[in-house]
């Protein structure tokens, strides 16, 4: 499966961007419960996996949070590396929100 890997960069520090990204997956839960399923959420200290089906496609994201960035690797398949672009663009836009 092809991955789409970023480093977004935050200043908030470990602790705090780590708590904002959880609480952003638990409002997504609601937000957006009928795009999609099979949702398994875990966390390890500042270590997140994300895993869940939408639109018939398994999507499986990780992100590992340090003091000044959090990294994320996503397993995307193949049929939506088109928009790859469109995805990173997306995730900066959200990024840029939530770690402000």
């Given at each position: 499966m092809p991955k789409i890997n970023m480093t977004i960069p935050q200043s908030l520090g470990q602790a705090e961007a780590t708590r904002r990204?959880?609480?952003?997956?638990?409002?997504?839960?609601?937000?957006y419960a009928g795009?999609?399923?099979?949702l398994h959420e875990e966390w390890n200290g500042s270590t997140g996996t994300v895993s869940l089906k939408a639109a018939g496609f398994n999507v499986s994201v990780q992100f590992q949070v340090t003091d000044t960035s959090v990294d994320v690797v996503a397993?995307?398949?193949?049929?939506?590396?088109?928009?790859k672009g469109q995805v990173e663009q997306m995730?900066?836009?959200?990024?840029?929100?939530?770690?402000?």
């Open positions: 990204l959880q609480q952003a997956a638990e409002a997504a839960k609601t937000q795009q999609f399923s099979d397993d995307v398949p193949m049929m939506l590396l088109p928009f995730i900066n836009e959200r990024a840029a929100v939530l770690f402000a």
